[in-house]
Each structure stands twice: as structure tokens, then as C-alpha cells.
């Protein structure tokens, strides 16, 4: 079962080794497009719609199951584990409070503490995490109804933008985000109902 998945894990070690070199390039380019109130108010409107539409569609087609894989994927996964086990500062932060380390490590435990967890960590994105998991839910539920899939996947592009242009996240936070939420979303929906 591990080598079906083999492609995720690859590419979540390239986030986490590699890309983010190139983050603070990709990361100076768009925020050179000064849209940051317009991202910022975008990124968190979506993000509600994206609660919203998910536990719609999920309850209107019967398929709540689904809806619970992504808050499984957003809220224990991403948001509680990840943020908590793993620094990385934002773009921000480095900016704001002379931090110099971009670099993704591992919490010691001594250092775990839940207060201002969300407020400092960057990785990986809970705003990509819950639009991708609704692109994925709309995907697979109405995969005919193309402009509602397109739809949601011009908001995730979107989200990406705006979380990187508001200085909250790095490129490599959005696409691990991607990463985990497709692999977990994966695992979890493998032997629900169709």
C-alpha cells in the first residue's frame, strides 16, 4: 500500500528539504503585487466558504463521511499536529521581529505549547488544506458538474496567492499543505461509500 503513495511522500520531502530555497524568491515576486488587503480578505472568505460549501454538498448528497475525512485533514492533521510538532516562522514574523531562520524543524517537546501556536507557525497552511480538501470533496461527489469544480479550484488558487502575498505562508507551506491533504484525503476515503 506504501508504494501507491510513494509519489506524496517524495514530494513532501522535496517541501521540506529543497523548495524552500526558492520560497523567498516566489515569495518576493508576489508580494511585489501589492494586494494585501484584498488577499487578505479574500483568503479568509474563502476559507468560511469553504466550511460552508463542504458541509453543504456533504449533507445535501448524503456523503457527511467525506466531510468528516476533511476535518480530520484540516482541523487534527494540519492544524494539530503539524503546527504544533513542526517551526517554521512566517514571512512576516522574519520581517517584523528580525528572525533570520526560514528553515522547517522539528519542535523539541520541551518546547510544545499551544498558546500562539497558529499565530507564528507557517507550515504548513490550514487556509490551502481546507480549500483543497473541498476542491477534492466537490471532485468527488459531482466530478460531471465541471464549472463548480472549476470554480472551487480558481478559489484554491486563489487562497495560494493570497496566503503568500499576506506574508502567512511560503510556497513550500502551501504546497505541503496540497500534499497532505491529497494523501490523507486518499487514505481515508479508500474504503468509503461510493
Known amino acids: 500500500m506504501l508504494i501507491k503513495y510513494n509519489h506524496y511522500v517524495l514530494l513532501l520531502i522535496a517541501c521540506i528539504s529543497g523548495i524552500p530555497k526558492i520560497d523567498k524568491y516566489i515569495t ?20 468560511e466558504y469553504n466550511v460552508l460549501i463542504s458541509i453543504t454538498i456533504c449533507y445535501q448528497y448524503g456523503v457527511f463521511y467525506l466531510w468528516t475525512i476533511k476535518a480530520i485533514i484540516d482541523f487534527v492533521i494540519i492544524n494539530s499536529i503539524c503546527k504544533v510538532f513542526i517551526k517554521r516562522y512566517r514571512p512576516r514574523e522574519i520581517e517584523t521581529n528580525n528572525r533570520v531562520n526560514t528553515q522547517i524543524t522539528l519542535r523539541p517537546l520541551k518546547e510544545v505549547t499551544w ?21 477534492l470533496i466537490l471532485k468527488e461527489i459531482k466530478p460531471n458538474i465541471t464549472f463548480l469544480v472549476n470554480v472551487q479550484w480558481c478559489l484554491f488558487v486563489i487562497t495560494i496567492y493570497g496566503r503568500i502575498n499576506v506574508k502567512a505562508h511560503y510556497l513550500s507551506d502551501c504546497m505541503f499543505a496540497i500534499c497532505i491533504s491529497q494523501l490523507f484525503f486518499d487514505i481515508l476515503n479508500v474504503n468509503g461509500p461510493t
Not at 499565530?119 to 487556509?127: A, K, L, T
Open 28 to 47: 518576493a515576486y508576489i508580494q511585489k503585487i501589492n494586494t494585501i488587503k484584498v488577499s487578505n480578505y479574500f483568503s479568509n472568505v474563502i476559507c
Open 115 to 135: 498558546d500562539k501556536i497558529f499565530i507564528h507557525n507557517s507550515f504548513p497552511s490550514g487556509h490551502v488544506t481546507s480549500s483543497y480538501t473541498t476542491y
